[in-house]
T-cell receptor, first 115, second 112 residues
């Protein structure tokens, strides 16, 4: 089955700890994205990557970091510098590579709770 | 910076009622437009998309949306809703930066 997997589904961490959220896709998509979803605010873009070893900050990148060492994987680290990390995190991917539109496919999400 | 507005935050309808959810964006250039839906406990999935051609686009499950360039709008419609349409609906815009800008979402509750 082709798709996007995110693990774990639920994650609890103590305040001040860094935590890494996993995102893997087997769709052979070039581009990958991380969004944060909060009630009443929709999805906000954290980081995105159009190609391996390259990524760009989104609208709310402060307190987050990413890497893109492999085409299939785009892990997100929520650092202790993120002031309000408790949220639902969604990973997405798209074909990119010059297509005229950008239909994104989403994973099931990880709900992070910082205690 | 571009933004997307969804003015209806929570809509409650009875089955068979007609639906229209508003979406407006602020960007003067060429855009690609999307509606995504998130059913309870499920992945966010694409309902429909517009990137060129006929401004009236049809999507899955009987949904359609009309792009009105002069009004910067991309409203979602369905003539007769069903209980299974209960979900959260997100409008999104691609202005060419290769990532989407989403609206805040509209929670639709359909009562049987």
């Amino acid at each position: 089955d082709g798709g996007i997997t995110q693990s774990p589904k639920y994650l609890f961490r103590k305040e001040g700890q860094n935590v890494t959220l996993s995102c893997e896709q087997n769709l052979n998509h070039d581009a990958m994205y991380w969004y944060r979803q909060d009630p009443g605010q929709g999805l906000r873009l954290i980081y995105y990557s159009q190609i391996v070893n390259d990524f760009q900050k989104g609208d709310i990148a402060e307190g987050y970091s990413v890497s893109r060492e492999k085409k299939e994987s785009f892990p997100l680290t929520v650092t202790s510098a993120q002031k309000n990390p408790t949220a639902f995190y969604l990973c997405a991917s798209s074909i990119d590579q010059g297509v005229s539109y950008n239909e994104q496919f989403f994973g099931p999400g990880t709900r992070l709770t910082v205690l | 910076a571009q933004s997307v507005s969804q003015h209806n935050h929570h809509v409650i309808l009875s089955e068979a009622a007609s639906l229209e959810l508003g979406c407006n964006y602020s960007y003067g250039g060429t855009v690609n437009l999307f509606w995504y839906v998130q059913y309870p406990g499920q992945h966010l999935q694409l309902l429909l998309k517009y990137f060129s051609g006929d401004p009236l686009v049809k999507g899955i499950k009987g949904f359609e949306a009309e792009f009105i360039k002069s009004k910067f709008s991309f409203n979602l419609r369905k003539p007769s809703v069903q209980w299974s349409d209960t979900a959260e609906y997100f409008c999104a815009v691609d202005t060419g930066r290769r990532a989407l800008t989403f609206g805040s979402g509209t929670r639709l509750q359909v009562q049987p």
